[in-house]
């Protein structure tokens, strides 16, 4: 069984400020730092530092993107099917406040320029039973989940950032969810409408099990995972609920906190471990990402989790 993730590679301009900019706001920054992201590379190199063999495949720009694929290499994730588009890589501004919360402007660049020969030509190297990993960062994503399906392989999306690119996805085609408890409300709502009101599932009191119960009501096939920060995550497939707990830590920057959460779940989905030990896993390894900066940077590796008899 192998693991494809085709999805973004970002360049993150991480500036430190006191508070997130309010519009019509001019704020000088702190520190300005600059990382590999990108919520699929950040997954790739989560899978890859838990123990797994990745491809990622995915488009890098020309002006910049060396960078990307030498990180890449370095983590051990396989860079056959990344290619080079002309221009820049995608990349984003990133601002991180007192408390570790973060504001995220993306801007697609290389992402943004996936075509339909590429997603046939990169398939042809997978098959049947073979875990596809996606987010919301590439365009094509309707047309990498309809040929993927058509392959048989078991599709794991984290529909992230939740915007117009899911409207024409099949999402009954997508074997796990991976989301956020604000993703969660949206998925289960269904049509995008309440979009601009992102967090309504939250505000209207739903716990992670409701979300949970929600998403399978829509999905029934489907695994779901609702992540919520400091709160836990919940886990359900079929008439199956599971709560993990999170692991108190001191938050420096919550970037990647959930790649790092899917990289290391995607890893035990492919070792077919208990959803027990899937979970805690990933719960104990985005613990570590939160109380650390950057994405890329901040994902630990397999030696720095402990587990329970490991
Ligand atoms: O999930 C965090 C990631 O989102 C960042 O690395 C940034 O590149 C954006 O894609």
Redesign the pocket.
């Known amino acids: 069984m192998k693991i494809l993730n085709f999805g973004?590679l970002?360049i993150?301009y991480v500036y430190r400020v006191a508070h997130i900019l309010q519009p019509g706001e001019t704020l000088k920054a702190g520190e300005m730092e600059v990382?590999p992201?990108?919520?699929g590379?950040?997954q790739s190199i989560a899978a890859a530092r838990a123990g797994a063999e990745v491809y990622h495949a995915g488009m890098v720009g020309a002006e910049d993107g060396g960078f990307l694929l030498d990180v890449c290499r370095e983590n051990h994730v396989n860079t056959d099917y990344i290619r080079t588009a002309e221009g820049k890589s995608?990349?984003?501004i990133?601002q991180v406040d007192d408390n570790a919360q973060n504001s995220?402007l993306?801007y697609g660049g290389g992402n943004r320029k996936i075509t339909e020969d590429f997603i046939r030509e990169v398939l042809a190297g997978f098959g049947k039973g073979d875990i596809l990993v996606l987010q919301n960062?590439i365009n094509l994503l309707d047309v990498v989940i309809d040929m993927a399906y058509e392959k048989g392989m078991k599709i794991v999306l984290n529909p992230?950032p939740f915007d117009e690119g899911l409207d024409g996805c099949d999402l009954s085609k997508v074997s796990v969810f991976l989301v956020n408890e604000i993703e969660a409300g949206l998925l289960a709502g269904g049509n995008g409408e309440d979009r601009e009101g992102s967090g309504k599932g939250c505000e209207n009191g739903e716990d992670g099990a409701k979300l949970v119960d929600k998403i399978l009501k829509k999905y029934p096939e489907a695994q779901a995972v609702v992540t919520m920060g400091a709160q836990g995550a919940f886990y359900g497939q079929g008439s199956f609920r599971h709560f993990q707990r999170s692991f108190p830590v001191k938050a420096v920057d919550t970037?990647?906190a959930?790649?790092t959460f899917t990289g290391y779940f995607v890893y035990g989905l492919m070792k077919g471990e208990a959803i027990e030990v899937i979970m805690k896993r990933a719960a104990m390894a985005a613990a570590v990402a939160v109380s650390r900066k950057g994405?890329?940077p901040s994902i630990p590796k397999r030696e720095e989790i402990k587990m329970t008899g490991e």
């Open positions: 973004s970002n993150d990382f992201g990108g919520k590379l950040n995608g990349h984003t990133i995220i993306l960062e992230s970037t990647a959930g790649d994405a890329v």
